[in-house]
Structure formats: structure tokens, C-alpha cells
């Protein structure tokens, strides 16, 4: 859709100004001549597009299996994300994962998206449990600063950004996906005395 803007997408692009950030962000950084209407059109007309191509997704490697690992375990789950409501329930569906959160958290449930630490707080108060007996999972810079500032533990989701600037900005690991040694070492340590909750993006 920017090629009809003379706009390029690259990986370094699609990292630093779109991965994410919510659509209003989106749009006012690279097409700022656009109208409040134009853009909004423009918004929608991506996540059009999005729910077009939305079949051919598959979940990340070992998700299935982390999945059935909370339900074992009897872990509360909550999916937070930028994405628009329709966008967030149309994946899930897409994926066959519809039921499997207890609640589903979107910018437009909170008084501000990602970064901000809002929609985590919203999502603990929806699981009725408290940050440190949390663990986010995270793909997205944006993602990792929620969760920290809501003082949750994070861990990063290296499928998109490199594993060290995932740190940087705040997580106490990352991994390449669910499949990851470390992550269920860690998980299987954690599960005995206090872990409640998985909160993922997906």
C-alpha cells in the first residue's frame, strides 16, 4: 500500500517505524500530509489487507505446546496487543485459538496503547492477579516496554528484532521461539512456587 506513496518497506523500515505501534502512530510518522479521515481510511484499508492474508499464518514453534503447559497447569492466559479488536479475534479464529485466552486486551480497551503500561494493567486487573505473579511474552520493543513498566517479567520473542536489543530495552531474555530450552527451564523452575499467569502477543 505505501508503494502508492513511493514508500519502500525494508526490514529496518518495518522494525523501527511500524512494528508494534498502533495505526494513528503509524500513519502520522510516515504519511503526515494525510488527513485525520485519509488516515483512518488508510488504517482500515491495511487492516483489510491484513485479515485478506490473515489464512496463511501459523502460530510460532512451540506454541501448541506452551499452550497445553498452562492448561496443565491451570495458568490464567491473556492476549494483549496494538491490534484492532477485529484484527486481534480474526487471528485468533485464523490460528483455532479463539478460546484460548481469558481475556483479550486491545488499545482500544485502555486509556493508552503499548508502550504504555495500560493495556498489562488492564489485562492483570481482568485476570485478577498481580504483575509479579506474571510473565509477558513479547515480539516487539513497544511490547516489552508495556510489560516492564507494568512491572511484569518479560521475555522476548527474537522473530522479529535481534535478541540483545530485545534486553536492552527491557527483557530479561529472549528466544528465538516457544520451542527454546531456556524458556521451559525457566517455566518449569517458576511453576512450583508463584507463576500464575501467561500473558503473550502473538
Given at each position: ?35 485525520t479521515?485519509?488516515?483512518?481510511k ?36 491473556a492476549?494483549v ?9 480474526f487471528?485468533?479464529?485464523?490460528l ?5 485466552f ?7 480497551d ?7 503500561p495500560?493495556?498489562y494493567?488492564?489485562?492483570l486487573n481482568?485476570l ?6 506474571a ?18 517479567r ?17 527483557a ?5 521461539d ?8 525457566l ?16
Open positions: 500500500m505505501l508503494l502508492n506513496y513511493s514508500i519502500e518497506i525494508d526490514e529496518t523500515f518495518y522494525k523501527s517505524r511500524i512494528s508494534g505501534r498502533l495505526n494513528p502512530e503509524i500513519v502520522k510518522d510516515i504519511l503526515p500530509q494525510l488527513s479521515a485519509e488516515g483512518q488508510f488504517a482500515d484499508e491495511k487492516e483489510a489487507l491484513f485479515r485478506k492474508l490473515a489464512p496463511r499464518l501459523k502460530p510460532l514453534s512451540g506454541f501448541s505446546e506452551l499452550l497445553a503447559w498452562t492448561e496443565t497447569h491451570q495458568l490464567k492466559r492476549l496487543t496494538n491490534a484492532p479488536r477485529l484484527n486481534a479475534e487471528m485468533l479464529e485464523v483455532g485459538i479463539k478460546e484460548a481469558h481475556t483479550v486486551v486491545v488499545a482500544d485502555c486509556i493508552a496503547g503499548k508502550p504504555d495500560a493495556p494493567q488492564v489485562a481482568n485478577g492477579i498481580k504483575a509479579e505473579e510473565i509477558a511474552l513479547e515480539d516487539s520493543p513497544s511490547g516489552i516496554r508495556s510489560a516492564v513498566s507494568a512491572d511484569i518479560t521475555i522476548g520473542i527474537a522473530s522479529t528484532h535481534d535478541p540483545q536489543f530485545l534486553q536492552e530495552v527491557g530479561f531474555m529472549a528466544i528465538p516457544f520451542t527454546d530450552l531456556q524458556l521451559w527451564t517455566l518449569n523452575s517458576l511453576i512450583e512456587p508463584d507463576l500464575s499467569a501467561i500473558a503473550s502477543n502473538l
